[in-house]
């Protein structure tokens, strides 16, 4: 191989049906199985295939590339049918998705239109408070994103391939390109191992952990005239390579181990495809994909991609279920076939003729007037969203909406009103303390933010644990300044206050910062630690909790409260959704043990006191949603603002009993 070929320029209609396979396993695993399939790793495979056969030829027509052209050609083929998609589902969510959604959806429209949703996702799999969103109608542009930017940066490698072949190296341009594209394969599958391993959800949407499933496209494209092939071994791997492709999604966990090292299984399965239709057999499995039914299908596959994920998220939406019937699913998939028949059809193709090097104002007009109608809609919907923005320091009428005081003050609250916060706001009901930088860390170091009564304190708690000691902060704030209590709050997401690891439950970095604050509360020992005395619906106090516990005894008091009954399902898109709030409520007995932890557990600290508020979660028989006109969680298990403020004339009678203990 003294000399690279170029590669084989001819029409490939199994890529065709490669796409037609592609586009309907991630339809039907999505649909019926609620599984991610590998289907998208096939896209990825062929885009890196396909773009860089098609800028060799550039190259060597040319010697050059007009990137002008070429990303008015890129848009051209992309950005109609995407945006249309996106103005549709967006009209849609508005009337059919659940207010709790609309500013997660807001966002995604945001980061769908111009690339870069697939960065938001990453951020939201790391991001404590948005790891509890419901999957968006606009979730499956994450993989549309990173094509995107593979698809702008890929130029660029090839015309550094060739300034280096010139300039420097003064050997074969082909060579030089394989050579480029070995090294971004090598580095990027060694970095996506690495960070599938440490942190998986991220790894999924990076595009530098996925870039070299691009670069093996290429370097097929490069080296395919050279790999040639018995007929009947063409045979047998075509049809491995197929089955490879169709069973991936079965046989791992895709979703939870991509990329990394498995990602390699459907990106071989459609090599072998390829290498199978190079060196084609009578009976080969490019004679199945080259088909009429799966080249017309192929035609409008990225069509069917982008359409059938938002028809069946508004098909959850309007339905009420999480599930898809079998007459469910084939009407989703009859419309999506549908859909995007038409949209190819009436709005691609015409674009898409559209002369690039005789028209560029013209294409640059008509894609500008794909995109306005997109911004009018999202900027509009996101300017309404911040006028009905519940004001976080506006005091309501107790009368009206008295939640826990509804208990602990026998306050009647009147019926037929909304309850707060709204929910098109409620997951924005936080802690103060989250608002401000560096006050919740998910580090080893140990930050404290102060609160309450600063300048002259007659007391000093210090606020330690995760989320769920951090939802009490209202009700601390809202009796500090009566009680002249200096708050200081010790906040690491996702953490307890604990020397034990769960099995592994809490990270390295947690299990150093509960280290590094114990060492912290002994040298400046506040009057009271506020922390949770379990986990969940736990019956026992947890050992590694204890064990925190004892080693501040004779050096502070302690205040423990029973963790929160945590719900079924997510309690402000029931509300949301249901007329009839019992259906968002919960038995009791599933969501509390009989008995509080401390009754059950031994070796308790003498330093240690206990706070059992269950009273205003749950009666003697179930637990619920609103209490008081106000909506008892922003989740399925945290606490909001509204109603903790509610909570502290309960919390109070513990909290001024703890500090005199």
């Known amino acids: 191989m003294s000399d690279l070929k170029g590669p084989i320029t001819r029409y490939r209609p199994e890529i065709e049906g490669l796409r037609t396979i592609a586009t309907l396993l991630v339809a039907i695993y999505h649909i019926w199985l609620g599984k991610v399939s590998g289907g998208v790793d096939v896209f990825f495979i062929i885009s890196g295939f396909l773009i860089t056969t098609s800028l060799l030829i550039k190259m060597e027509k040319l010697g050059s590339i007009n990137l002008v052209e070429y990303f008015l050609g890129l848009a051209r083929r992309l950005l109609p049918l995407a945006f249309t998609v996106i103005l549709i589902t967006s009209l849609l969510s508005i009337l059919f998705i659940p207010q709790v959604q609309w500013k997660q959806i807001i966002s995604e429209i945001f980061s769908s239109t111009f690339y870069f949703e697939n960065w938001q996702l990453s951020i939201n799999s790391i991001d404590y408070l948005a790891k509890h969103n419901e999957a968006s109608p606009f979730q499956h542009y994450w993989s549309n994103s990173i094509q995107g930017q593979i698809f702008v940066i890929w130029p660029f490698i090839v015309l550094l391939a060739y300034f280096i072949s010139r300039k420097f190296l003064k050997m074969n341009f082909r060579k030089t390109l394989l050579a480029v594209l070995v090294t971004i394969f090598t580095v990027s599958i060694s970095y996506s191992v690495y960070i599938t391993s440490v942190n998986q959800p991220w790894a999924y949407f990076d595009t530098f ?74 009976f080969g499995v490019d004679k199945l994909l080259s088909l009429k039914p799966f080249i017309f299908f192929g035609s409008f596959s990225y069509g069917f991609y982008l359409w059938h994920w938002p028809l069946l998220i508004l098909y959850y939406a309007y339905m009420g279920t999480d599930s898809v019937s079998l007459q469910g699913g084939i009407a989703i998939l009859l419309m999506t076939f549908v859909l995007s028949i038409l949209s190819t059809k009436i709005i691609e193709t015409p674009v898409r003729k559209i002369n690039i090097k005789q028209s560029k104002i013209k294409l640059t007009t008509v894609l500008l007037s794909f995109l306005l109608p997109v911004l009018i809609v999202s900027i509009s919907w996101g300017v309404y969203m911040g006028e009905t923005k519940d004001n976080p320091n506006e005091e309501y009428n107790i009368a009206e909406y008295p939640g826990a005081r509804s208990i602990s003050d026998h306050i009647v609250p009147p019926t037929g009103i909304e309850p707060i916060p709204s929910t098109a706001h409620v997951k924005e009901d936080l802690p103060a303390f989250y608002g401000y930088p560096g006050c919740v860390t998910e580090k080893s170091t140990v930050v404290t933010c102060s609160f309450g009564e600063t300048e002259d304190p007659d007391y000093t708690i210090a606020l330690v644990g995760g989320s769920h000691s951090g939802h009490w902060f209202p009700a601390l704030e809202e009796m500090s300044k009566e009680l002249k209590i200096k708050l200081d709050v010790y906040n690491h997401d996702g953490c307890r206050f604990t020397d034990d690891d769960f099995n592994g439950v809490m990270t390295d970095a947690c299990m150093e910062w509960n280290e590094n604050l114990i060492d912290i509360l002994i040298s400046n020992p506040p009057d009271l630690v506020f922390t949770t005395a379990n986990v969940n619906s736990g019956d026992t106090i947890p050992v590694g909790y204890l064990s925190q516990w004892k080693k501040l005894e004779g050096i502070t008091e302690i205040l423990a409260v029973r963790d929160n009954p945590r719900m079924l399902g997510d309690i402000p898109m029931c509300v ?67 109603y903790s403020k509610t909570l502290a004339p309960a919390l109070k009678i513990h909290i001024k009993e703890a500090l005199e203990h």
């Open 209 to 282: 952990a996925r870039i070299w499933e691009f670069s093996l496209g290429g370097i097929l494209a490069l080296l395919i005239p050279y790999l040639s092939f018995k007929k009947s071994v063409s045979f047998v791997i075509g049809w491995v390579g197929l089955a490879i492709i169709c069973f991936t999604g079965i046989i791992l966990p895709v979703s939870t181990v991509f990329p990394g090292y498995a990602a390699l299984l459907p990106t071989t399965g459609v090599m072998l495809v390829l290498l199978a239709a190079e060196n084609s057999s009578r």
């Open 576 to 642: 949301d959704q249901e007329e009839n709030l019992y259906n968002c409520s919960m038995p009791r007995n599933e969501a509390l043990s009989e008995t509080p932890p401390w009754e059950n557990t031994d070796g308790i600290p003498s330093n240690v006191t206990f706070a059992d508020l269950s009273e205003y979660f749950c009666d003697d028989d179930t637990c619920y949603p609103v209490i008081g006109n106000v909506i008892v969680y922003r989740d399925n298990n945290h606490i909001t603002t509204a």
